[in-house]
DNA sequence: TTTAATATTTAGATTAGGCTAAAAATAAAT
DNA sequence: ATTTATTTTTAGCCTAATCTAAATATTAAA
């Protein structure tokens, strides 16, 4: 069976918006994630229902299928194999690549897909640290913390951010957070939940609880 | 303005159909093209009149505009470039490229193209020898000739082939007859126009008028 | 120069994806 | 336990791109 652009575009932000299925999602999640009305999102949940990616109860939300994580998996792993060509190969900075991608996701040839992984060199995890499903859909997820969770005096790496919005990024370029680097918690402010980091055991920086939430740490 | 996907395939068809706009257009013609009916046609060439992309005038064919030149080497530009890409950098067989071009012409981001060129080394000409316009829709066409309107005798190279069709392309392929290879004439078949060629100095081939005719040749 | 053949366009449907406005179901508050 | 608010669905309409069948224009033949 084959999916269109737009169908593919719903299950990858139903596969996203419950957690790889296991939250359940409501139909005005899903018309903010991909700006539509929920008149049209009821519209599509029905035609997903009747090809089975989704199993779907009206009034009562839905529960994404195998089949269609399969689908899901598929576009998702295209989208990031795509986003990591873009950065490494064509010099694209890491808050310029989401657009393109959402497009580029969307070109069906399995063989594309095979030569350009290995062109690649199999990468495991796209430019904002996410992980890249293999041809198979499994996804190999490394043991994440948020940032703001963290405590005094405790270490880690940065691994991915939670928002990819090209102003988040281009903020975290500014002030030297990529991923990758080094961090230490070298304090937390009670009142705001604000934190004060140390960066590859050289530069210190001061960042809000939100900014925090949204960047991803491997502890160690 | 932007146009849709069928919109841009519409006006390649057109711009190829017409040489260039150097030759008139039929309807029929456009839906043998792109494997359409003839009704679907008519009603597309309307539209494409409406925005200007075209004159048309009902009965009487279509004359495409200098804005539609411009959209249509856009997009032509596009394919060749992406083809190229397929081939010297994720190992494409040069028959095995054009459907995928075909889906990839129609990503938009002007800086997905310009860097894609920049990284390919801003090449010239795509796999089949075809010239890849440049950013301002210029061609540099070098003047060739079909293979079978060749002399006994006359030698020169393969610059490029007039049919892009997996078949034919396997063919040369297994042949031998690249781009870029040395050829002569050697004898001509007066009752059928077959021809036998010296390829690279060392290899003599048979081929009939008809393969001949879809092979364009760089004289020397 | 009529008539026949061919090419092209129009009319009327269909499918996909979207929208607004109204109806209906569920959830939250009194 | 009603009433109110919120969420979700349905109804009806729209645009784009396709199709088949019928109508009309152009071109070729008799
Ligand atoms: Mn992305
Ligand atoms: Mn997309
Ligand atoms: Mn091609
Ligand atoms: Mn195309």
Redesign the pocket.
């Known amino acids: 069976m084959e999916l269109?652009?737009?169908?593919e575009?719903?299950l990858k932000a139903i596969y996203h918006l419950s957690d790889g299925g296991k939250k359940s999602v409501?139909?005005?999640?899903i018309?903010a994630e991909?700006?539509?009305?929920?008149?049209?999102?009821?519209?599509?949940?029905?035609?997903l229902g009747e090809k089975e990616v989704i199993e779907?109860?009206?009034?009562?939300?839905l529960q994404i299928t195998e089949t269609g994580k399969r689908y899901a998996l598929q576009t998702i792993r295209k989208h990031r194999l795509w986003e990591v060509f873009l950065v490494e190969k064509l010099n694209f900075a890491w808050d310029e690549v989401h657009e393109v991608a959402e497009q580029l996701e969307h070109i069906q040839s399995p063989l594309l897909i095979q030569r350009l992984d290995a062109y690649l060199n199999f990468p495991k995890f796209d430019p904002h640290g996410d992980p890249i499903p293999d041809e198979f859909g499994d996804v190999r997820s490394r043991p994440r913390v948020q940032l703001n969770e963290m405590d005094v005096d405790q270490t880690g790496q940065i691994v991915a951010v939670k928002d990819s919005s090209a102003a988040f990024l281009r903020y975290l370029d500014k002030v030297g957070a990529y991923i990758g680097a080094r961090i230490k918690v070298l304090d937390k402010v009670e009142f705001d939940g604000s934190l004060e980091i140390l960066v590859d055991q050289k530069k210190t920086l001061f960042m809000s609880k939100d900014v925090a939430s949204n960047i991803l740490v491997l502890q160690s």
């Open positions: 269109t652009v737009a169908e575009n719903y409501s139909t005005n999640d018309a991909i700006n539509t009305k929920p008149a049209s999102v009821s519209d599509m949940l029905r035609k779907y109860r009206k009034y009562y939300g």
